[in-house]
């Protein structure tokens, strides 16, 4: 059974930078559609990023176009997600994803075929 943990949430001054790690454990990451979502105080989870099995596709969420940037090691196991420009808007628990058969864009707009989630890292962005 796959399990994924995420690291590197924390508080962060407006403007300023922060990368989430997403480790697996026992499986390997190489046939799963992985991504970041988040879900805020009393919103819904949304899809931020999603990224294909070689990293060759990319989807963003238009809130974080431009700032974020998601990225994969499969020998490590690992995804990451470099946060740059952060806003207050930004903060909430921020979740890795692991997908199969699916598109970028059907995962992170529709969550499509997740079959694991991780437990979550809180981020927060505040002077």
């Known amino acids: 059974q796959l399990q994924l943990v995420e690291s590197g949430g924390g508080l962060v001054q407006p403007g300023g930078s922060l990368r989430l790690s997403c480790a697996a454990s026992h499986s390997t990451l190489d046939d799963y559609v992985m991504g970041w979502f988040r879900q805020a105080p009393g919103k819904e989870r949304e899809g931020v990023s999603c990224i294909s099995l070689r990293g060759l596709a990319t989807y963003y969420a238009d809130s974080v176009q431009g700032r974020f940037s998601i990225s994969r090691d499969n020998a490590k196991s690992t995804v990451y997600l470099q946060m740059n420009t952060v806003k207050p808007e930004d903060t909430a628990v921020y979740y890795c994803?692991?997908?199969?058969?699916?598109?970028?864009?059907?995962?992170?707009?529709?969550?499509?075929?997740?079959?694991?989630w991780g437990q979550g890292t809180q981020v927060t962005v505040s002077s």
């Open positions: 994803a692991a997908a199969e058969s699916t598109t970028v864009q059907a995962m992170c707009v529709r969550q499509n075929n997740v079959r694991h």
